[in-house]
């Protein structure tokens, strides 16, 4: 065996081959500041594959990430060609298997472009660096009388020019460079621009391949009944009626897979059609037991976390005295904030195929976390990673559902159990009743007043943490859940205090878009306003009065929040929404300021709400999210994000009565209709600062403004959402 070799995360996998006839480049792609593992021609390693450059020209780049419709395929790989100066127009992208040699790979987080920007700019520089010394070597000149443009090298003494798809063979051959030069941004011809998608035409002409896009020969279908209160289990069931479906052929009981991402467990109705299947499982007649969730009541158990958060609780943080600013006070203000139970319900529902065989396994599924899924397969089959073969297909949606591959593991069960490729189809009904729920909530603050400023801030939060799909029975939040907004709160007050209550989970919870930034944006935003209120303050003056002076947060890694770009977005939020004019009768201005996943958005909002109708009007929101890949793509997230939100705060509910999910579809878990949709206006702040996050950053800011502005119409105060639950839609 060869020796393996580290180096810095400054250098790339220095293996070049000839594939196809194609110049083909490697690249593995650790985590920052971390080394690279680098291979020889042995072959132990499988190399991260992302440029193919074809002798007609033709140039594959391959896309690491799932694209879920946030553009991740166009903007990944446009900074490859970026760096490549290649014509986009000759451009196709090839979706990535899981697979750990394509580093991290799990879309979610808003980290795809924060953390694989810089090494997809490389991968490019490294490509062009090459086909530069492969020309200058064909010319017998000096490289540095070489430049690239436009998938062309150019001679600048002779202006002689060679075409890339030309110099494959000899590209091939060239050293590769251990720390490629990057372009300087004035030379970018694609990253900060506006790109059209490269899957755009596709899309229109219906041929990008989605889950249920997929068809394998001898491939059955397959539909589960699963129990509908959350862990319970089966005890028994008839299966006579499903059995007289024409296309049923047969039915199976499926065990619970102990995971944290396995499946649930169910009756499975095997069909040699989808609608068979489907019919075939509303046949069925089972007897459940549903076990100690049975008693569960998202009514009841918001009363009792509401109880929790107004009693002292477990102590996250405190700085100062916040009892004596307390006593100090010239006026104290106090509010609770409840919000619901949410899921994500995506226009695509769970799916997968799987087919087991002979010691293998092929996966097809639309999957966030595809290297998760991988593992999860090889640890359920107890067979070798190798042996496991996942292929991300294009997602109708995600929001963090699909980060979970409880869904797939049913298919690879099945397939096991049948021996034949399995199509697990989920409905639109069993995503709604039987997902990983965002977590229910109750939050309480206090605050104190002195001479109409904030002197003393406590915050007590209490909800069901993710980290108890890992480890059942936790009763308290995690440090990574408090950071979503609470903990590191912006506003320069010397005296803080934050607490956790108890809260123990009775259904799955997962990571929705936003995560906890839903409801600690939410509670903060609300209370920064009824602090203005109080003080008798226009809000954005004393937000920005809250935030205080120009100052960074020290960072245990390069994201450091600034609250000098937090101001900067507030105060051009409000200039763009013309705050402080004169509104008509039945109108408001509301505005929320938040900073997650490193990036910094506010918004102002204008409603109306006469005759008991409330109607958002337009949406003016501002983002400083470091370098733009893609404006286009950072328009439309955020444009989605108000949509997302507004969904969230007007109809976003999933309530539980004796353990069951109540809402099953969209005509109870309802989503933003067109007549309900508002304008909405976007602002990027440019600035060459690293990039951070977009997909979820625009969601938390959305349902705290839209209530602070109808608090500006009307003088009503709303602390809790959905915002149905009121007399706002009558």
């Given at each position: 065996m060869k020796n393996k070799s580290l180096i810095s995360r400054r250098f790339f996998i220095k293996n070049v081959s000839l594939f196809s006839g194609a110049l083909v480049l490697a690249c593995d792609i650790g985590q920052k500041d971390k080394p690279l593992n680098t291979s020889n021609e042995n072959g132990h390693f499988s190399p991260n594959l992302f440029v193919e450059l074809k002798p007609n020209g033709d140039l594959i780049l391959t896309a690491s990430r799932s694209e879920m419709g946030q553009g991740v395929r166009t903007s990944l790989t446009s900074v490859i060609a970026d760096e490549m100066d290649a014509d986009w127009s000759r451009v196709t992208v090839k979706q990535a298997p899981g697979d750990d040699a394509y580093g991290n790979q799990n879309t979610d987080g808003s980290r795809s472009i924060r953390t694989i920007y810089e090494p997809m700019r490389k991968m490019g520089a490294m490509a062009r660096a090459m086909l530069i010394s492969a020309a200058a070597e064909q010319w017998g000149i000096s490289a540095a009388l070489c430049k690239s443009e436009l998938h062309h090298i150019v001679n600048t003494d002779s202006g002689e020019r060679i075409f890339y798809g030309d110099l494959v063979a000899k590209a091939a051959l060239m050293e590769i460079p251990q720390d490629p030069i990057l372009k300087s941004p004035d030379e970018f011809i694609y990253i900060g621009k506006g790109l059209k998608s490269v899957d755009a035409g596709d899309f229109v002409k219906g041929i990008p391949k989605y889950g249920l896009d997929i068809k394998l020969e001898e491939m059955v279908y397959a539909c589960i009944a699963r129990c509908p209160v959350t862990f319970g289990s089966l005890i028994s069931y008839d299966d006579s009626d499903s059995l007289k479906i024409k296309g049923v052929r047969s039915v199976n009981t499926l065990d619970r897979i102990e995971k944290?991402?396995?499946?649930?467990?169910?009756?499975?109705?095997?069909?040699?059609?989808?609608?068979?299947?489907?019919?075939?499982?509303?046949?069925?007649?089972?007897?459940?037991?549903?076990?100690?969730?049975?008693?569960?009541?998202?009514?009841?158990?918001?009363d009792k976390i509401t109880a929790n958060v107004h009693q002292k609780a477990k102590l996250i943080r405190e700085e100062g005295t916040v009892s004596k600013a307390f006593d100090r006070a010239d006026e104290i203000v106090e509010a609770t904030y409840q919000l619901p139970h949410l899921v994500h319900a995506p226009m695509e529902a769970p799916n997968a195929t799987a087919h087991v065989k002979e010691g293998s396994c092929e996966v097809w599924a639309p999957v966030q976390a595809p290297q998760t899924t991988r593992q999860e397969i090889s640890d359920f089959l107890g067979i070798e990673l190798d042996k496991v073969t996942v292929h991300v297909t294009f997602l109708g949606g995600g929001f963090g559902r699909k980060s979970k591959p409880d869904f797939v593991l049913e298919a690879v069960a099945l397939s096991k159990m049948t021996e034949l490729p399995v199509q697990v189809i989920w409905t639109r009904e069993d995503d709604i009743q039987h997902s990983y729920y965002h977590a229910i909530s109750?939050?309480?603050?206090?605050?104190?007043?002195?001479?109409?400023?904030?002197?003393?801030?406590?915050?007590?939060?209490?909800?069901?943490?993710?980290?108890?799909?890992?480890?059942?029975?936790?009763?308290?939040?995690?440090g990574f859940e408090f950071q979503q907004g609470m903990t590191n709160m912006p506003y320069e007050i010397k005296n803080v205090r934050y607490e956790n209550g108890e809260a123990v989970a009775h259904v799955r919870i997962g990571w929705l878009r936003s995560v906890y930034n839903i409801i600690h944006g939410f509670s903060i935003n609300v209370f920064a306003d009824e602090l203005a209120t109080a003080a008798g303050k226009d809000p954005l003056e004393f937000r920005l009065n809250m935030i205080g002076s120009d100052r960074i947060y020290p960072s245990d890694n390069d994201y450091k929040l600034d609250t000098s770009k937090l101001k900067n977005v507030l105060k051009k939020a409000g200039k763009n929404a013309g705050w402080g004019r004169e509104l008509p009768k039945g109108h408001g201005l509301g505005l929320a300021v938040h900073y997650s996943f490193y990036s910094y958005v506010a918004t102002v909002v204008e409603v109306s709400v006469i005759g008991n109708k409330l109607k958002v009007h337009d949406v003016f929101t501002v983002v400083d999210c470091g370098t733009v890949v893609n404006k286009d793509t950072v328009i439309a997230q955020l444009e989605g994000a108000a949509i997302f939100g507004m969904s969230l705060a007007y109809y976003g509910d999933i309530s539980m009565e004796q353990g069951k999910v109540q809402q099953s579809n969209y005509h109870d878990?309802?989503?933003?209709?067109?007549?309900?949709?508002?304008?909405?206006?976007?602002?990027?702040?440019?600035?060459?600062?690293?990039?951070?996050?977009?997909?979820?950053?625009?969601?938390?800011?959305?349902?705290?403004?839209?209530?602070?502005?109808?608090?500006?119409?009307?003088?009503?105060?709303?602390?809790?959402?959905p915002l149905k639950s009121d007399d706002l839609f009558a």
């Open positions: 944290p991402f396995g499946a649930l467990g169910g009756v499975a109705v095997i069909a040699s059609n989808s609608w068979a299947a489907i019919e075939g499982k509303k046949a069925l007649k089972v007897d459940w037991n549903f076990g100690e969730n049975e008693t569960y009541s998202s009514k009841n158990f918001m109750a939050q309480y603050l206090k605050a104190s007043l002195k001479n109409d400023s904030v002197t003393g801030w406590l915050h007590r939060t209490a909800y069901p943490s993710i980290t108890s799909t890992f480890m059942p029975g936790v009763n308290h939040g995690a878990y309802q989503m933003l209709r067109i007549h309900e949709t508002p304008k909405v206006h976007i602002e990027i702040v440019e600035n060459g600062d690293i990039p951070t996050g977009i997909g979820e950053p625009g969601v938390p800011v959305i349902a705290p403004a839209i209530v602070n502005a109808i608090y500006n119409a009307t003088g009503k105060r709303y602390r809790k959402l």
